[in-house]
């Protein structure tokens, strides 16, 4: 069974008249016959019967119609389907984040692309940087968010974001309230970071920060989560160093100083395998360099109008 023997039949079973069902097929009476037989072979049933005078439906025939007719309109969305995969309008990505994306950005975006592309499923997946590299080598991933310098030769990768590293202090600290401070200040106190093992570059990062201070700092809690280092400090156990980002927070009991001078920014890249031919990453990696590109310029400071002259 072919699915032009399904359009010849069902032509036929609306028109009820070989010339008129050929007319409409654009094809000559004996072809249609031959697929009419060639059908009837294939479902072992007679469809039609039929004389010199007229053609009518059998039984058989009467309760084959609604089925063909669904069959080739399955055919018919399986094929738009096929072609929306193929435009990248259609189909499913992966997406691996770091927690801290949450306050930079990622949600809105991903509410921007998800109406634009309302055919296609996004599965996000919370994972630390490490673990987003070893998915993605393993086609586990599509594309990822993370802090790394450790970019593999056979990835790609674009800068989504750079944001300023702030202090995290209890909020009775004696520091807290000040419009920015020195790093030395923070000498001595108990640091709470995401541990090595979790993010080995934002760790390394805070220790060349506090030595390119004067200090080497003493490393007391190692968290997973950037919400677990802000809530040990929002309960008075230590101090940290975090992304800007997470001042969105507003956890109760948490104060957030800026740092005097320039310190290197927390980077998030985003990666993703550059062997990779997927019409709905691409569309994906679009997306996210326009909004880093907008986020770019939200930044930047902006330029100085020359007022015009009051004639």
């Known amino acids: 069974m072919e699915f032009r023997h399904l359009r010849y039949f069902l032509a036929l079973a609306e028109e009820l008249h070989f010339g008129r069902a050929a007319r409409r097929l654009s094809i000559s009476q004996p072809p249609l016959s031959l697929n009419i037989q060639q059908l009837e072979a294939s479902v072992g ?48 990505l992966q997406v691996g984040f770091v927690g801290a994306m949450l306050y930079r950005g990622l949600p809105q975006m991903l509410r921007e692309f998800q109406a634009r592309h309302p055919l296609l499923r996004l599965v996000l997946k919370e ?27 056979e990835m790609s990768q674009l800068l989504f974001s750079s944001e ?44 060349s920060i506090c030595t390119d201070a004067g200090f080497f700092p003493e490393i007391r809690y190692e968290l997973r989560h950037w919400l677990s280092v802000v809530s040990l400090v929002s309960q008075g156990l230590g101090v940290a160093l975090v992304p800007a980002a997470l001042r969105q927070l507003a956890v109760l009991g948490a104060a957030f100083v800026p740092l005097e001078g320039s310190t290197p920014p927390y980077d ?28 770019a310029l939200e930044r930047a400071p902006r330029a100085v109008r020359p007022r015009k002259r009051l004639k």
């Open 164 to 207: 300023p590293f702030v202090c995290c202090l209890p909020s009775d600290h004696p520091l807290a309230h000040r419009r920015a401070l020195s790093l030395r200040l923070l000498q001595g106190e108990p640091f709470a970071v995401v541990a090595r093992a979790v993010s080995p570059d934002y760790h390394e990062r805070i220790l």
């Open 268 to 295: 998030t890249h985003c990666l993703w395998k550059t062997s990779r031919d997927n019409a709905a990453l691409v569309a994906f990696v679009d997306a996210v360099r326009a909004a880093a590109g907008a986020a």
């Open 127 to 153: 994972l630390n940087s490490q673990d987003q590299l070893i998915e993605l080598a393993h086609d586990q991933l599509d594309l990822g968010f993370m802090h790394t310098t450790r970019v593999p030769a």
């Open 45 to 92: 049933a007679r469809l039609f019967t039929r004389n010199s005078k007229q053609v009518r439906l059998t039984a058989a025939g009467e309760a084959f119609v609604p089925r063909a007719r669904a069959l080739l309109d399955q055919a018919e969305e399986a094929a738009h389907h096929v072609r929306d995969v193929e435009q990248g309008l259609a189909g499913r």
